[in-house]
């Protein structure tokens, strides 16, 4: 594949355009993605390779207490935990409720679950909401 440039712009044989139609559809092979899941995601089987990440967005309100507990931590070895952050909407209404974003990291080869359930930290036993996920890196 050869790109000769031209002043400003690149002129590009038939063959480099498809190419590079291609890669910009399948990304290249070396390119780590972000797999968006939601609350309808739960209980799915998500394949990933090293260095791909998952970030779950889930329904949350913690003005009435209620947050994601991560209760089942992944193996280490194969997802590690990233981040976790509220998002309020947009709006900016007091009260209202957002997402929980968790950000999850592959970091090597194996199957491991994680469980997320939605509770109140002093009252564990009230569980509002559950979300599980398996994840295979390979």
Do not use: K
Not at 36 to 56: F, P, Q, V, W
């Amino acid at each position: 594949m050869m790109l000769h440039g031209h002043g400003r712009g690149w002129a590009c044989s038939g063959s480099t355009l498809f190419a590079a139609a291609l890669l910009s559809v399948f990304g290249c092979g070396g390119e780590a993605r972000v797999v968006e899941l939601g609350a309808d995601d739960g209980g799915e089987t998500i394949e990933l390779a090293e260095g791909d990440s998952i970030r779950i967005r889930l329904e949350s309100n913690p003005s009435t207490g209620f947050r994601w507990n991560l209760v089942e931590e992944p193996a280490a070895a194969v997802l590690e935990a990233s981040s976790s952050e509220y998002v309020a909407p947009e709006d900016g209404l007091i009260g209202q409720g957002g997402v929980e974003e968790w950000t999850f990291v592959a970091r090597g080869g194996g199957t491991t679950s994680l469980t997320l359930r939605y509770f109140r930290p002093f009252d564990p036993a009230d569980v509002q909401g559950s979300f599980e996920l398996r994840v295979e890196v390979g």
